[in-house]
């Protein structure tokens, strides 16, 4: 019976610790926040109008001594996309950044990407010498952007986000749950 109470106050004072009240922090505009893309993109399988997810890469340390933990999640969008073409012309690739979401707060981006593959100008007209029209079926490269990569953007404006206490603290320590003692 001691085993159980002892099993049961562990268990309170763990609720207990992980159990904070929100705390409110005030993100400013032009604040970095590194980014990790949590989806595959493609210039030759995206397409404008896409959504795709991000997430939080590190811990962002505020000046209000406040922190954004990492792993926040958001959104961005493909603003362009143009798949390898023909000639070598190479394929291109736009996103943009749009928000982290914390709770039912939104902090918005400012952060854009944009790439083009590699071309394959010289390879072609080198082709097209040797072989002809049929050289001209040489195609150039696609942009990809792989899931986990990072890029270092910034928050557009000030935004003020509670923060709970779950995202604020880490987990109740092992041995607290853990019981102790032995059956009598």
Known sequence: ?????????????????????????????????????????????????????????????????????????????????????MMGKPGELNVRFDYLKVGDAKIKLRGQKGAEGDA????????????????????????EIKPGQKMTIYTDADASVELSGASMTAAAPAAAAAPTGTAN
Not at 10 to 20: D, E, G, I, P
Not at 120 to 143: A, C, E, S
């Open 1 to 85: 019976m001691k085993l159980f109470y002892k099993t049961a106050a562990a268990a309170l004072f763990a609720m207990a610790a992980t159990t904070v009240h929100a705390q409110t922090v005030k993100v400013p505009e032009g604040t970095e926040v590194v980014i990790s893309v949590d989806d595959k993109l493609s210039s030759d399988t995206s397409h404008e109008g896409d959504r795709f997810t991000i997430s939080l890469a590190d811990d962002v340390v505020l000046a209000d001594g406040g922190k954004l933990p990492a792993g926040l999640k958001g959104a961005g969008e493909v603003t362009h996309a143009k798949k390898k073409g």
């Open 120 to 143: 394959r100008y010289g390879t072609t007209i080198t082709l097209t010498v040797l072989f002809g029209p049929l050289g001209l079926i040489k195609h150039g490269k696609d942009v």
